[in-house]
Antibody, heavy 123, light 112 residues
Framework: QVQLQESGPGLVKPSETLSLTCTISGGSMRSYYWSWIRQPPGKGLEWIGH???????NYKPSLKSRVTISVDTSKNQFSLRLSSMTAADTAVYYCARHRCSGGSCYLDLFDSWGQGTLVTVSS | QSVLTQPPSVSGAPGQRVTISCTGS?????????VHWYQQLPGTAPKLLIYSNSNRPSGVPDRFSGSKSGSSASLVITGLQAEDEADYYC????????????FGGGTKLTVL
C-alpha cells in the first residue's frame, strides 16, 4: 500500500516562497503522475499541478506563473515551490498519486493522498 | 468561484436517498471529460468515491452511484447512514485555457 507524506514549514511570511516535499513509501514513483492539491481552511479543493515521474509537468493556469513542481525519483520524492505567497495561499496542502490502470494513467484521478500539511502565511 | 457548481449543502434522514448535482459547461463536463467524485470526512484527506462518471473503486458500497448527462453529473446516495455525513466534491478536466483539473466547490451532506 503506497503512502504519501508531506513535509515542509507550517509558517511562511508574505512574499516568500513555499517549499514542500512529498515522500512516497511502499511503492515506486515510476510510471505515475503526482499532484499537489490544496484546501484553504473551510473551503474547497484546488488542484495546483502535476508532474510525471519522467519530469513532465502541468500547472493550473491561474497559478502557473508562481508554481514549480519537481521530482527526485532517487529519493522517491516530488516537491512544490510556490512563490510570492500571500494570505490567500494559506491552506492545507496535499500531495496525491494519480490512478493508473491497464498500463495507462489518468491525468485527473487521484487514488492515494497524503494526510495534508497546513501552511499559514503570516508575518 | 468554481467552474463546476455544486449545492453548498444537502441533507437527509437515515435510510433516505439524496442527490448531489455537479453542473459544468462546454469546456469541462460538456466537452466529454469524465467526472469523478470524492468524499472528505472531517479532518481527513479526500477519498475517491466514484470514478469515470459511474464506477466505484473496490470497497465503496453500492449505495453510492454516479451518472453524467450533457454538462452535468450527479452523485446519488441511497440508504443514507450517519457515517455518510461528509463533504463531497466532483472533479473533471477543463479546457478553457490549457487542459487542467477542476474541482467543484463541494457539498456538505448532513444526516439528520
Amino acid at each position: 500500500q503506497v503512502q504519501l507524506q508531506e513535509s515542509g514549514p507550517g509558517l511562511v511570511k508574505p512574499s516568500e516562497t513555499l517549499s514542500l516535499t512529498c515522500t512516497i513509501s511502499g511503492g515506486s514513483m515510476r510510471s505515475y503522475y503526482w499532484s499537489w492539491i490544496r484546501q484553504p481552511p473551510g473551503k474547497g479543493l484546488e488542484w495546483i499541478g502535476h508532474i510525471h515521474y519522467s519530469g513532465t509537468t502541468n500547472y493550473k493556469p491561474s497559478l502557473k506563473s508562481r508554481v514549480t513542481i519537481s521530482v527526485d525519483t532517487s529519493k522517491n520524492q516530488f516537491s512544490l515551490r510556490l512563490s510570492s505567497m500571500t494570505a490567500a495561499d494559506t491552506a492545507v496542502y496535499y500531495c496525491a498519486r494519480h490512478r493508473c490502470s491497464g498500463g495507462s494513467c489518468y491525468l485527473d484521478l487521484f487514488d492515494s493522498w497524503g494526510q495534508g500539511t497546513l501552511v499559514t502565511v503570516s508575518s | 468561484q468554481s467552474v463546476l457548481t455544486q449545492p453548498p449543502s444537502v441533507s437527509g434522514a437515515p435510510g433516505q436517498r439524496v442527490t448531489i448535482s455537479c453542473t459544468g459547461s462546454s469546456s469541462n463536463i460538456g466537452a466529454g471529460y469524465d467526472v469523478h467524485w470524492y468524499q472528505q470526512l472531517p479532518g481527513t484527506a479526500p477519498k475517491l468515491l466514484i470514478y469515470s462518471n459511474s464506477n466505484r473503486p473496490s470497497g465503496v458500497p453500492d449505495r453510492f452511484s454516479g451518472s453524467k448527462s450533457g454538462s452535468s453529473a450527479s452523485l446519488v446516495i441511497t440508504g443514507l447512514q450517519a457515517e455518510d455525513e461528509a463533504d463531497y466534491y466532483c472533479q473533471s478536466l477543463d479546457s478553457s485555457q490549457s487542459v487542467h483539473v477542476e474541482f467543484g466547490g463541494g457539498t456538505k451532506l448532513t444526516v439528520l
